[in-house]
């Protein structure tokens, strides 16, 4: 049986015993346990589930002591890093539970009978929002937490009423199999069925549950060409399923003449403090900085970047990534180092932070390569000698999370052409900040037109990301007692309603 095996990313050296690859026979059995599974819970009291969501994450708090420095042994992402990751995904289950029971989620909507209504008659209608069914979701690298196996598209979708089986990333096993232990152990002590949650592992086992028809959603983050394969054998099923893919990213960031002149030293600061966060592992690291010719940065610039210490990466293959797309801008006519490169011999996954120069001009007749997402601690910046460059450059750029301005007070009245061409091109639009903090709230949104992700209609991170996992069903002129407590009259639930047009509790 093959090993998905561990490897210490700082040394290149085995992390563990490595976990075996899920067999057919075991993700067929998996499978029908999460079919069975998905009508007792999508039946389960609201309270009852967010119960168990907030027990996952007082399980998950208590073994903090055990699970940071597992995921540090496996990602070299630091104990510091991954505790506050650690923190987040608990905060995100927890979020989830006030999510259902604050019942907006449902969206329960009911058009009384009317015999005079416009264009004709009305019946009594009452729609609400109700679970797909099993869920898969693939867990990211680089967040083996926030974005792993008890990450938000887990939170979300065991929130939603879905039984969710999460395909564990290679880069971190030991602590996916230990994860998924953990979780388990709460659901049997909520006597939940056993297929509520399962942990699968190999490339071959998520390949083969994404094609499965009793899977009814997936959920992934990471790589475009990886998501995008994904992508293809979901909606080429002969029942596709919905396939909420978080991908690549360049999140260009737009600094004006009278930013760069009031404050251009700190923008310089901040900028290689948010594109090196993580060693530049996030999806949502600012990627591209455009800034007016003459600004006078390098030196700041320069500077800034040449204190950031070469790290460790996720894994041998980021790593491999980056040197091979960092080495290919280094190298593109049109664009310059801003630093020296560093060499970095030691043995294991390291990256080296760069930050490359180049002219408006220049990208926009080469943006097909320069705009490409290069993950890790690199980023490049792009010299507009007018609006019009910066414009024709910015509608060069496929779709981001992300867009940000950093203006003044006198830029406002001018900057309406340049919002106008990136609002259609991020999910978050910032002004004076950075995007590489993504707040865990009931209004984010992180997602974006493509290739950031293959639905720009949701989010994958904050309250509103529960809805990926639902589907609208409407009751027409159904008896009192067959229908959903939800929709009942009286409101048992105390649900947030929209009646005839108005919202009452």
Known sequence: MKLVESVNPRTGEPAGPGVSETPPAELSSALSLAKSAARRLAVEPITE??????????????????????????TALGKPRL??????????????????????????????PSPNAAPGPRPDLRRQLEPLGPVLVFAASNFPFAFGIP?????????????????????????????????NSVVADHNLPAGIFTVV????????AVVDPRIKAAGFTGSTNGGRALYDLATGRLDPIPFYGELGSINPTVVTKAAARARGTDIATEFVNSFTLDH????????????????KLDSALAEAVSVVPPAPMVNARVAESYAKLSAELSAHSEVRSLITPRLHT?????????????????FTESAETLAEECFGPSSLIVEYASTHELINALQAIEGSLTATIHGEQ???QSLGPVLDVLRPRAGRLIWNDWPTDVPVAWATQHGGPWPSSTNPTHSSVGASAIRRWMRPVAYQAFPQELLPESLKDGNPLGVPRRIDGAIRR
């Open 280 to 295: 530049g592992q996030l999806c949502t690291k600012p990627g591209l900085l455009f800034v007016p010719v003459g600004h």
């Open 410 to 412: 006198s830029d406002l």
């Open 201 to 208: 592992f190999g490339q071959q086992a998520g390949r083969d």
């Open 83 to 112: 505790t506050a990751e650690l923190t987040r995904a608990t905060f995100q289950l927890r979020l989830f539970a006030e999510t259902i029971e604050e019942g907006s989620f449902l969206d329960v909507t009911i058009d009384t």
């Open 346 to 362: 030691e043995p294991g996954a390291w990256g080296v932070p760069c930050l490359f120069v180049t002219s408006a001009e220049s």
């Open 49 to 74: 589930r967010a119960a168990l969501l907030r027990a996952i994450a007082d399980r998950l708090d208590d073994r903090a002591e055990e699970l940071v420095p597992l995921a540090d042994t496996e």
């Open 151 to 183: 990450g938000g598209d887990t939170a979300s979708a065991l929130a939603s009423g879905c039984p969710v089986i999460v395909k564990a990333h290679e880069g971190h096993p030991e602590l996916s199999r230990r994860v998924g232990e953990i979780i």
